[in-house]
T-cell receptor
Framework: DGGITQSPKYLFRKEGQNVTLSCEQNLNHDAMYWYRQDPGQGLRLIYYSQIVNDFQKGDIAEGYSVSREKKESFPLTVTSAQKNPTAFYLC???????????????FGSGTRLTVV | SQQGEEDPQALSIQEGENATMNCSYKTSINNLQWYRQNSGRGLVHLILIRSNEREKHSGRLRVTLDTSKKSSSLLITASRAADTASYFCATDAYNAGNMLTFGGGTRLMVKP
């Protein structure tokens, strides 16, 4: 079955460390997204990519970086510049940047990042 | 910035009752979608309604859209304990580069 896989499920980061969250999809989707979710809150867009080797900042990109070297992969690095990184991170993909089909976004199961 | 705002923020009902959640948004949209999130999990797409549609059904779900009021509602009929989750609306707006913008969600608890 096709899907989108995020790893690890739980991640602990020490102050000043960079950490990378993995997101892989085998749905042949063109577009991929990273969202941050804080407890009891909605989703805020960090970065998105509509095509390989291209990505755009979302609403809260400061302190984060991404790459899109392959269609299947869209890793997110949380850098030491992100002052409050403890959150639930969700990766999603869609068949194309414009949501023309009726399936919407497909989400991974998330990575919970905690600063220790 | 959040395009969609859900109301209520939390809803508690008994099994068998209907649950209604509302979503309001600010700018013109291409479509509006509803998603479900179980605690600590990713979101699952439930239903999409286009801006030229007024009502959609999918099983026990009924979604309405009123573009004149910039609002949508999600009705879950004959609720079950397994419907306990957070529900989010998301809008695909003309002025947002066709990216989805999510609201803050409604936390639904269905008591057995």
């Amino acid at each position: 079955d096709g899907g989108i896989t995020q790893s690890p499920k739980y991640l602990f980061r020490k102050e000043g460390q960079n950490v990378t969250l993995s997101c892989e999809q085998n749905l042949n989707h063109d577009a991929m997204y990273w969202y941050r979710q804080d407890p009891g809150q909605g989703l805020r867009l960090i970065y998105y990519s509509q095509i390989v080797n291209d990505f755009q900042k979302g609403d809260i990109a400061e302190g984060y970086s991404v790459s899109r070297e392959k269609k299947e992969s869209f890793p997110l690095t949380v850098t030491s510049a992100q002052k409050n990184p403890t959150a639930f991170y969700l990766c999603a993909s869609s068949i194309e940047g414009r949501v023309l089909n009726r399936k919407g976004y497909t989400f991974g199961s998330g990575t919970r990042l905690t600063v220790v | 910035s959040q395009q969609g705002e859900e109301d209520p923020q939390a809803l508690s009902i008994q099994e068998g009752e209907n649950a209604t959640m509302n979503c309001s948004y600010k700018t013109s949209i291409n479509n509006l979608q509803w998603y479900r999130q179980n605690s600590g999990r990713g979101l699952v797409h439930l239903i999409l309604i286009r801006s030229n549609e007024r009502e959609k059904h999918s099983g026990r779900l009924r979604v309405t859209l009123d573009t004149s009021k910039k609002s949508s509602s999600l009705l879950i009929t004959a609720s079950r304990a397994a419907d306990t989750a957070s529900y989010f609306c998301a809008t695909d707006a003309y002025n947002a580069g066709n990216m989805l913008t999510f609201g803050g969600g409604t936390r639904l608890m269905v008591k057995p």
